[in-house]
């Protein structure tokens, strides 16, 4: 199993970004995928998950207004999208899946003007 993230970004404050996961070496829709992130000196925090197989999506309050999940099941690949976007949203995202055991290398979203 792998997962394969798209590479940093530097977004503006109030601008959007969006993180790919493409997956591989396992049936896309089995699993759900998460949406972890780590902002710097903090802990892990969970944003929610998709499930691929019906696009059905948990979203933590927090991201509530601010998030979008979505699956790709022609290309096997995840999607967060993350709109109006602050310096606390700086952090490296990651996705997770099987468990969650399988784990994306990180994408690290910097936010600054």
């Known amino acids: 199993v792998q997962l394969v993230q798209s590479g940093a970004d530097v977004r503006n404050p109030g601008a959007s970004v969006k993180v790919s996961c493409t997956t591989s070496?396992?049936?896309?829709?089995?699993?759900?995928i998460h949406w972890v992130r780590q902002a710097p000196g903090q802990g892990l925090e969970w944003m929610g998950k998709?499930?691929?197989?019906?696009?059905?999506?948990k979203v933590a309050p927090k991201f509530q207004d601010r998030v979008t999940f979505t699956a790709d099941t022609s290309t096997s690949t995840g999607y967060v999208e993350l709109r109006s976007l602050r310096s606390e949203d700086t952090a490296v995202y990651y996705c997770?899946?099987?468990?969650?055991?399988?784990w994306g290398q990180g994408t690290q979203v910097t936010v600054s003007s």
């Open positions: 998709i499930n691929p197989g019906d696009g059905g999506t």
């Open positions: 070496g396992y049936a896309f829709t089995t699993y759900g």
């Open positions: 997770a899946t099987g468990g969650p055991v399988y």
